[in-house]
Nanobody, 124 residues
Framework: QVQLVESGGGLVQAGGSLRLSCTGSGRTFSSYDMGWFRQAPGKERAFVAAINWTGRRTSYADSVKGRFTISRDNAKNTVYLQMNTLEPEDTAVYYC?????????????????WGQGTQVTVSS
């Protein structure tokens, strides 16, 4: 069992930056691939970025490539999402999730543990 808690959301102007953090409980955190997803009002929850359990492999949605960076610190049981050059279209609730499997995945079904989400609002 892994419990996840996100933090770092807030209100920022377009072009600004935020760093989200997701801290997990339990000694098995380092064995999980981690993903960030986001959900805007009236839309499906969508993949943002993922990182494998070692931190050596990452994957990004096309819409955030070059602007967002996912990283992790297993000693702190924490995964980060550095978000730069934010756009109003990035406004959403951001969720972190943990999952296991042979491949780094961008599908929600792979991830079995989810945080409660943190709101990110980008004003124009």
């Amino acid at each position: 069992q892994v419990q996840l808690v996100e933090s770092g959301g807030g209100l920022v102007q377009a072009g600004g930056s935020l760093r989200l953090s997701c801290t997990g409980s339990g000694r098995t955190f380092s064995s999980y691939d981690m993903g960030w997803f986001r959900q805007a009002p009236g839309k499906e929850r969508a993949f943002v970025a993922a990182i494998n359990w070692t931190g050596r492999r990452t994957s990004y949605a096309d819409s955030v490539k070059g602007r967002f960076t996912i990283s992790r610190d297993n000693a702190k049981n924490t995964v980060y999402l550095q978000m730069n050059t934010l756009e109003p279209e990035d406004t959403a609730v951001y969720y972190c999730a943990a999952g296991q499997g042979p491949y780094l995945s961008d599908t929600k079904e792979k991830y079995v543990y989810w945080g409660q989400g943190t709101q990110v609002t980008v004003s124009s």
